[in-house]
């Protein structure tokens, strides 16, 4: 069990019988009574946001939590397949658990994927990834002015906002946690 001293920046603790990460704390005193500890917490399964308020000295559960190292290898009807490197176990994992990591996934791309009671909950991918133009339209003359962008459609079918200068079969570096173009790659 974790004590209120022990919250952390990353602590992953098991509250109202699911899993969360400690995203920010703070602890407080105030003139009288007893000293409290304000928490943002993130829910590991479902992404949702809560800020619950512990006094000094609660106690909660250390939840069943696994993290894996885990190679892409393929995707098929909505149904993406993990291999963990060191032992050749290979892992289902349904298009829902990842969310929006699926326009990020690249096959032979290493991850992190995270298991709660034995069930995959979530994924974690490097900050960045570099993915190929597979479409957009070509700059038009006199469209420059204020950094103008276009759309482009990236090797995973993602679609995102890029410079006039970029054209089809560039490879750009993408920010997997905000989905922004970040430079040519």
Partial sequence: MYSTSDFRRGLRVLFQNEPYEITEFQHHKPGKGAAIVRTRMRNLISGLTIDPTFRSGDKVEVPDIAEHEVQFLYASDGVYHF???????????????????????????????????????????????????????????????????????????????????????????????????????
């Avoid at 994927?113 to 909950?121: A, E, I, N, T």
């Avoid at 482009?152 to 079918?157: E, K, M, N, P």
């Avoid at 079969?169 to 430079?183: A, N, P, V």
Wanted: aromatic letters at 8%; glycine letters at 8%; proline letters at 6%.
């Fill in 83 to 185: 291999m963990e490197p060191s032992s050749y176990d290979q892992f289902e994992v349904p298009s829902a658990v990842l969310g929006s990591a699926t326009n990020f996934l690249i096959e032979n791309m290493t991850a992190s994927l995270l298991f709660f009671k034995g069930r995959p909950v979530s994924i974690d991918l490097p900050n960045n990834v570099v993915l190929e133009v597979t479409r957009c339209d070509p700059a038009v003359r006199g469209d420059t002015v204020g950094g103008a962008t276009k759309t482009a459609t990236l090797s995973t079918g993602y679609n995102c906002q890029v410079p006039m200068f970029v054209n089809e079969g560039d490879k750009l570096k993408i920010d997997t946690r905000t989905g922004q173009y970040l430079e040519r790659g």
